[in-house]
């Protein structure tokens, strides 16, 4: 669906059509996979800095903007630079996001765009203000536009057919609300950056994708589902702290990782979790094993990236220049 994924070469469609006939289906909470190819990401080179897509100067400081529009879904980055800055915030759709100073390169921020934001141009402002107590707003306007999301039935088994019900999802949504509200102002990921929780793992179900369940509800899918076997083990994207782990009805055993700055990582459906509450962990420490536990139709790893509360498509963010 994205630009991140790479086009089908014979050899991905024989691999396809050997997974898809002659291998045991790996059933995901998507059921029937409508995805048009599975994708496999490579992730170990480092991602080269792009060049902003636009740069505004005012009064002798500088904002770089690193996209030219905004899917829904979609995570961007912004960077202010200039002399004396003290610190900055992005004002845009209803949200108020501290960025972070990096040592000698000046200040950057994050802003995301739900999955259900309304397509049309915002408003997006950056205050600055200065060690002498001065402040200013640099504005600019941003395109937001439709995604692409596909549309997927699922069947759950009878002994999980009571899950597809939207009181249980709006609880569990309001449990994660509470978790992703904890704002760490500071850069808990290292330089090593983020990666696929399972490194070279196959991606099956889409983020964003318009779900009906059992015929009677319809949902959103808000993370990305990687092909796994049951007791694989799962990494954590990048370093940061355990902000929960526990049993949600939806999402089985969860482990939530904070990763500051407003980014929030979860690892779903484990069989077992490795990690406490309130530790510091690093990219790449085994968080679980694959499971099948809570709203599923078979073992699978479902992962999900937040940003500023927003479930955002995680391989866009993965595959995004960040500091
Ligand atoms: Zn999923």
Redo the contacts with the bound molecule.
């Keep these: 669906m994205h630009l991140a994924l790479k086009r089908t070469t014979l050899l991905g469609l024989v691999a396809l059509f050997i997974s898809m006939y002659l291998l045991p289906v790996t059933a ?3 059921g029937n996979p409508t995805m048009p190819t599975p994708a496999v990401l490579a992730t170990s080179t480092p991602i080269p800095r792009p060049q902003p897509a636009a740069v505004l100067s005012q009064n002798g400081t500088t904002l770089e903007v690193y996209f030219t529009s905004l899917a829904q879904g979609n995570t961007g980055l912004l960077h202010v630079t200039g002399a004396n800055i003290a610190g900055a915030k992005s004002s845009f759709l209803d949200n108020l996001v501290d960025f972070f100073p990096m040592p000698d390169d000046g200040f950057y921020g994050l802003v995301s765009v739900s999955m259900e934001q309304t397509a049309r141009n915002y408003n997006l402002d950056v205050l600055v203000w200065y060690e002498d107590g001065t402040r200013q707003t640099i504005s600019t306007k941003v395109d937001v536009t439709i995604g692409t999301f596909i549309k997927q039935v699922v069947t759950l088994a009878p002994d999980k057919a009571y899950l597809a019900d939207p009181e249980i999802e709006r609880n569990e949504f309001a449990k994660l609300e509470a978790i992703f509200s904890t704002f760490t102002p500071e850069r808990l990921w290292d330089s090593s950056g983020f990666q696929l929780p399972i490194p070279g793992g196959e991606l099956t ?1 889409p983020f964003g994708a318009f779900r009906n369940f059992n015929g009677t509800m319809d949902t959103r ?1 808000t ?1 990305w ?1 990687i092909k796994a076997t049951l007791g694989q083990p799962v990494m954590a994207s990048a370093s940061g702290t355990v902000a929960y782990t526990g049993l949600m009805d939806i999402r089985g055993n969860i482990v939530v990782v904070n990763h500051g700055m407003g980014v929030f990582s979860t690892y779903n459906h484990f069989s077992q979790t490795h990690v406490t509450r309130g530790q510091s962990i690093s990219a790449g420490q085994v968080l679980g094993v694959v499971g099948n536990t809570g709203r599923t139709s078979g073992p699978h790893f ?1 992962w999900e990236i937040i940003v500023n509360g927003n479930f955002v498509d995680s391989i866009q963010f993965l595959q995004m220049w960040k500091p």
Aim: aromatic share 0%.
């Design positions: 995901q909470d998507g179900s899918h993370g589902d479902h």
